[in-house]
């Protein structure tokens, strides 16, 4: 059986904001989410997003839309969604702690 343990980060700060404004429910999660997100950074279960972001740009040039951190396997993955300047929008999955590209999903 698979295990699966979803953390989202929204890089759109003014969309997210908007959203909790209207669901503190979502803000309680969003706030653990960044927690647990920040506490793998630093004890180097993960790379920094920076880092990923910084290779990701240079392979996929864009508009990053949204990250999300999942953990499935007991692997943490970087999902990175971003806006092609080709126009496509692109799923690009990230191991999170060896910053290898895993694979890459485009959406219809």
Same mark, same amino acid.
């Given at each position: 059986m698979h295990s699966h343990t979803h953390f989202t +980060?929204?890089?759109?700060?003014g969309i997210l904001l908007?959203?909790?404004?209207?669901?503190p429910l979502q803000l309680a999660q969003a706030d653990d989410d960044y927690i647990e997100a920040?506490? $793998?950074n630093v004890s180097g *279960?993960? $790379?920094? $997003?920076?880092d990923i972001l910084k290779n990701?740009? $240079?392979?996929?040039?864009?508009? +990053?839309? *949204?990250? *999300?951190?999942e953990q499935e396997d007991g692997k943490i993955i970087y999902e990175v969604e971003i806006l092609g300047t080709d126009g496509v929008v692109? *799923? +690009?999955?990230i191991n999170a702690k060896?910053?290898?590209l895993l694979s890459v999903k485009e959406d219809d």
């Open positions: +980060i929204h890089i759109i700060p908007g959203i909790m404004a209207l669901c920040r506490r $793998l *279960e993960i $790379l920094p $997003l920076e990701i740009k $240079l392979t996929f040039p864009g508009k +990053i839309l *949204e990250i *999300e951190l692109r *799923e +690009i999955y060896t910053g290898k």
